[in-house]
């Protein structure tokens, strides 16, 4: 390429990522100002006292604590469950499938992750229908069926992410412990995973993502308006995006508004939160498993 | 094996041939690596010498496209190995059939653990023991001097030459009885080169060691028998 083209090529690189910095600026700004001014002790527990709502001893009726309790809940149970299935897959998939099988899978997990989440929640919703019937009314949609159908909305995603991350490993690394004794789970265990725990984690942080934003599917298994801190995991709940959709489609005054602009903050800060808490774990996990 | 196998070869090569997918990679190659000698190999990059490494400790069973034929054994406490055999367990093997790799390689862990690390591997737990056998290898390749007051320092943070001699003390903690080198020196200065060089002919009393090599100078220097390999083929060269 010549030197103008290359320059041309540089100066739309740099407006490219100019304007996506502007967008989430922008985007950020704009939740801040119509939404920040709402932000007190009120917005997340109505008019409970703060520490009786922390210790569960009294209910929220109006307040976003308990759309922020369910939504922490399913996160951390969506990934807990599809982080091992998605981990063990993926390393099926890098390592152990032969040739003939594994491209039959890649395709299956592609097909997995094209499915819409609504599709999933549709899913979701037909399983809490049998699970109704089968156990004559006690098991319906509920937070347990909304984790689930999460946690198999982003299994394609950690699987693909683990068996990429995996392949990546250069051919020297992977043989290093080898050629020094390693069985080949020991090669896996020791030297691959931790070698790439970094990308590993950025898998992990998508899933997670998706499992806090997802609205579809919660929809479908059990997310509710007002449900109160669920006293188990076979009820249903409230979640802060189902509150924000909820709102933005039926509020009733400017005021109801600022809060459901409150809330997409809530989100976002909790987001940031969670990415962060995963991005310690896993320097914590390597430095344990590397330096001690 | 026929009892005809001399007791001095330690690595035993008969009409063996290796193929890659559907590139011949050796051909019909026929030799004996003696017992505790330094056997080189040089020849052109591509002619097939880490292969035949890669076959000294079973390595070329982790490469799905490959293919022997012939004869290859090694012995190892007395008793002969065959090295064709893709199903055979190869952990025992190569424990106590080492390899250092062109580049120095030291996973991103502590030098300490680095060096304890085949021990791990291998189920060791005895704190005390791990220490003193850690200790002992780092005397051996000379290291233990510079680097006994840092033993908790990330790895990768050693100079080159440190960093190789670090991989070959990871290689001997298991006290092998083979120790297989791939271009030891070919990443290093002058002066690291030289030291690596004088470790090998230090260790040569109690290992077999099979070296290959670019530079025919330094394998004149070391080689108690030098082999040539090209295009496959591997052929022995006399020694002065």
């Not at chain 1, 103008?4 to 600026?25: H, P």
């Not at chain 1, 119509?34 to 009120?42: N, T, V, Y």
């Not at chain 1, 890649?106 to 929640?121: H, K, M, Q, R, Y």
């Not at chain 1, 929809?219 to 409230?238: C, F, H, K, N």
Request: charged fraction near 20%.
């Amino acid at each position: 390429m010549n030197r103008r083209g290359e320059l041309i090529l540089i100066a739309f690189s740099w407006c490219c990522t100019l304007l996506l910095t502007a967008a989430v600026g922008t985007l950020l700004l704009f939740l801040l100002r119509r939404g920040l001014s709402a932000f007190d002790m009120a917005l997340f527990f109505g008019d409970t006292a703060p520490l009786d709502a922390l210790l569960l001893r009294r209910p929220v009726f109006d307040g976003l604590f308990p759309a922020l309790f369910g939504t922490v809940v399913l996160v951390f149970l969506a990934v807990a469950c599809a982080i091992p299935v998605g981990l063990a897959a993926g390393i099926y998939l890098a390592e152990y499938a032969a040739p003939a099988p594994k491209r039959l899978l890649n395709l299956l997990f592609d097909v997995l992750a094209g499915i819409p989440s609504i599709v999933i929640g549709l899913a979701g919703f037909a399983l809490a229908i049998v699970l109704h019937r089968t156990f004559s009314g006690r098991i319906g949609p509920c937070l347990l069926l909304s984790a689930l159908s999460l946690a198999f909305l982003v299994l394609p995603y950690l699987i693909r992410s683990t068996q990429n991350t995996l392949e990546a490993v250069d051919p020297v690394t992977r043989r290093t412990a080898l050629a020094l004794g390693a069985s080949k789970l020991q090669n896996i265990l020791y030297v691959l995973l931790p070698n790439r725990m970094a990308d590993l984690t950025g898998g992990i942080i998508l899933a997670v993502g998706r499992c806090a934003e997802d609205t579809a599917v919660i929809m479908l298994t059990g997310v509710v308006a007002s449900a109160g801190i669920p006293d188990s995991l076979l009820r249903q709940y409230e979640a802060l995006p189902f509150y924000i959709y909820y709102i933005s489609s039926q509020y009733s005054g400017p005021d109801e508004l600022e809060r459901g602009f409150a809330a997409a903050l809530v989100l976002l800060f909790l987001c940031t939160a969670l990415f962060l808490l995963a991005f310690l774990a896993q320097r914590r996990l390597k430095e344990r498993l590397f330096y001690r | 094996m026929t009892a005809a196998m001399t007791e001095t070869a330690k690595i035993r090569l008969a009409d063996f041939s290796f193929r890659y997918g559907k590139t011949e990679v050796l051909r019909h190659i026929s030799a004996d690596f003696p017992e505790n000698r330094l056997t080189a190999i040089i020849g052109p990059s591509g002619s097939g010498k880490s292969t035949l490494l890669s076959v000294c400790n079973r390595l070329w069973t982790e490469m799905p496209e490959a293919k022997v034929h012939g004869k290859a054994a090694i012995r190892l406490a007395g008793e002969w190995h065959d090295l064709c055999d893709r199903q055979a367990p190869s952990q025992q093997l190569r424990r106590k059939v080492g390899m250092v790799f062109q580049t120095p390689n030291p996973l991103p862990m502590s030098i300490f653990r680095n060096v304890a690390f085949p021990l791990k591997l291998a189920g060791v737990g005895d704190r005390e023991q791990i220490r003193s056998r850690v200790e002992s290898s780092l005397r051996r390749t000379l290291l233990w001097e510079e680097i006994k007051e840092r033993l908790d320092v990330d790895a990768r943070r050693l100079s080159g030459g440190q960093q190789q001699r670090l991989c070959i003390a990871r290689s001997l903690v298991l006290e092998p009885e083979v120790l297989l080198l791939d271009e030891p020196t070919s990443a290093l200065d002058r002066t690291a080169a030289a030291g690596i060089e004088e470790l090998l002919m230090r260790l040569k009393s109690d290992c077999t060691l099979v070296l290959v090599s670019h530079y025919l100078e330094q394998v004149e220097r070391l080689a108690d028998q030098i082999f040539e390999m090209s295009g496959g083929i591997l052929c022995s060269l006399e020694t002065g």
